[in-house]
């Protein structure tokens, strides 16, 4: 005999792109052996399904097993309900029609009828008719034409409203139904019990169709005017489910483990070379043939305590209005609201973020927001600008991961203050590593860059004919701040591609920090307030009078 049993989904666990489904449900059974059904599961893994329990001592679970239950739609009450409504809109829309064809044939039969008018015009005449008989006809089939052509006007605006209708519903409805598959399946477990008693039962699978990826608030506060500082990063988890199965009131957690990745590492292969062969030509097509192309804060006025309120006046003022300003003086000030947060555990190398309170996600695909975590993290300004590229200056903030989690690659939604900056890519971070965030120009700090020098030394024939240009660049920046900035200016020197192209570098002023072998050079310089820094260097480049040169600078 199988004993159905109702196991509600209690935890959710969500990875990347699945998840880990926990059903929990009691049954009270006698002693012996018992199977045990659990209906309508959706189409999950099968080879992931467990089965646990607690029930009297010497309790044994004996197998677990998984069946098909065939249907022809979705067994989902949201899903029917849906669908109830999708029929009854096309009813609708079905007698609508119905009614347009109907009065499409009135409206036929009139205009025949108006046809045979030249028979009034024979009775008249042959005094069979009279001159009211025709008028009363004629004023008939006017009043008629009007109302059925008022009428057809209001059946086609119904057909119109109905049809917007019946989209809008199918819209929700492949919106809300998830995997096309309709067929449920159900797990079946064996359980033993040496003595009557309550079983606790719990299954868990694993299923797809839902993920969850991370979001970040990073807010800066307007008083950074010093070097360091610290930054308020809000860790967002969006979470999106298409199972066919609503996650209502579920123990919600977030993992950043990865099951769908293989345990193993990557084997290493040869690295070969090999001659180039150069393709083959294609053959021409024979005739007939095909070809085949291919996502204020809340702030509540204290009421007046029921005493205040009864209270007697004095001094000529209400006693509700006295109450009322007594209360003011003597209540606190409104707090900020506290931001609920998840705990966070650690599994192995993945972190477990676990919601504070149940959560309900239907099974639709939008996205819903749980706060992960909310932290203060150091960080240090500069203030960073390639003049070649742009004469902007950009204000930057490296941001140190002291949390205790791994920040996942996502957006980030940058704020200074109140005021939203934009939107930037976020790298994963690992606890204890720094990241970059920018926080968009800084207009109180200027660079130009400009050419001050450009000759050219043609040569002669004792030099080998050989064309020498020389160039000098001056970079300056100035602070109109009131309070010193930390300045990093990026450049570069030209770099030969060429045996016969010479690049020399004659002078720089001052020796930036860092000078790279591919001549990428790095100036960072703390500036006063209202002061000026100059950056000076000077190159030559030479080549042969009659060689053509690409990437010179021609301003």
């Not at 209906?39 to 089965?51: I, M, T, V, Y």
């Not at 347009?100 to 015009?121: M, N, P, T, V, Y």
């Not at 119904?158 to 809300?176: G, N, P, T």
């Not at 994963?428 to 450009?454: N, Y």
């Amino acid at each position: 005999m199988t004993d159905d049993i109702n196991a509600p989904i209690q935890e959710v666990t969500v990875y990347a792109d699945r998840a880990l489904i926990t059903r929990r449900g009691t049954i009270q059974l006698d002693a012996g052996e018992h199977e045990l059904r659990i209906n309508d599961l959706p189409q999950f893994q099968r080879e992931s399904l467990r089965a646990a329990g607690r029930g009297p001592q010497g309790t044994r679970i004996l197998n677990v097993e998984v069946g098909t239950s065939f249907h022809s739609l979705p067994p989902v009450t949201e899903l029917l309900a849906l669908r109830k409504e999708l029929e009854q809109l096309e009813m609708q829309r079905d007698l609508i029609k119905a009614r347009q064809e109907s009065l499409k044939d009135r409206r036929h039969w009139l205009r025949a009828l108006g046809e045979q008018s030249k028979d009034f015009a024979r009775g008249l005449a042959q005094g069979q008719m009279k001159p009211q008989d025709c008028g009363d006809f004629f004023s008939f089939m006017a009043n008629q034409a009007l109302q059925d052509t008022e009428t057809a006007q209001h059946l086609d605006l119904e057909l119109r409203q109905i049809q917007q209708e019946i989209d809008a519903k199918k819209r929700e409805l492949r919106h809300k139904q998830g995997p096309t598959n309709p067929d449920r399946l159900a797990a079946r477990i064996s359980v033993f019990l040496e003595q009557a008693g309550e079983l606790e039962l719990e299954i868990s699978y694993l299923i797809n169709g839902a993920s969850w990826y991370p979001q970040y608030d990073v807010r800066v506060q307007n008083d950074h005017e010093q070097e360091k500082g610290e930054v308020e990063l809000t860790y967002i988890g969006i979470v999106q489910q298409s199972t066919g199965e609503s996650w209502d009131n579920v123990n919600l957690a977030l993992s950043t483990a990865r099951p769908s990745l293989a345990a193993i590492p990557p084997e290493l292969e040869p690295w070969y070379l090999r001659v180039y062969t150069p393709p083959t030509p294609p053959q021409p097509l024979y005739a007939g043939a095909e070809r085949s192309a291919r996502y204020s804060l809340a702030r509540q006025g204290a009421p007046a305590p029921a005493a205040a309120m009864a209270a007697g006046a004095y001094d000529g003022a209400p006693a509700d209005q006295m109450a009322f300003a007594e209360e003011r003086e003597q209540a606190p000030p409104p707090t900020e609201a506290a931001v609920e947060t998840a705990a966070v555990e650690r599994s192995g190398a993945a972190v477990v973020f676990r919601v504070s309170r149940s959560v309900d996600i239907p099974s639709d695909n939008s996205p819903h927001k749980t706060t992960i975590a909310r932290d203060y993290l150091p960080c240090k300004f500069d203030y960073v600008s390639a003049p070649v590229l742009e004469e902007q200056v950009h204000q930057r903030t490296k941001v140190t991961n002291n949390s205790e989690h791994v920040l996942l690659k996502g957006e980030a939604n940058i704020f200074q203050g109140s005021d939203y900056v934009g939107t930037t890519p976020l790298k994963q971070t690992a606890p204890g590593e720094t990241f970059e965030v920018f926080l968009g120009i800084d207009d109180r700090i200027k660079v130009k860059r400009e050419l001050i020098e450009r000759t050219v030394d043609k040569g002669n024939i004792l030099q080998s004919d050989i064309r020498r240009t020389t160039y000098a660049y001056r970079i300056k920046v100035h602070n109109y701040a009131a309070r010193p900035r930390h300045i990093v200016v990026r450049d570069h020197l030209p770099v030969s591609q060429h045996e016969r192209i010479k690049v020399r570098t004659l002078h720089i002023q001052p020796q930036p920090g860092e000078h790279s072998k591919l001549e990428i050079m790095v100036w960072e310089f703390t500036l006063a307030g209202d002061s000026e820094q100059k950056l000076d260097y000077r190159f030559v480049v030479e080549h042969p009078q009659g060689m053509s040169i690409i990437g010179l600078p021609t301003d």
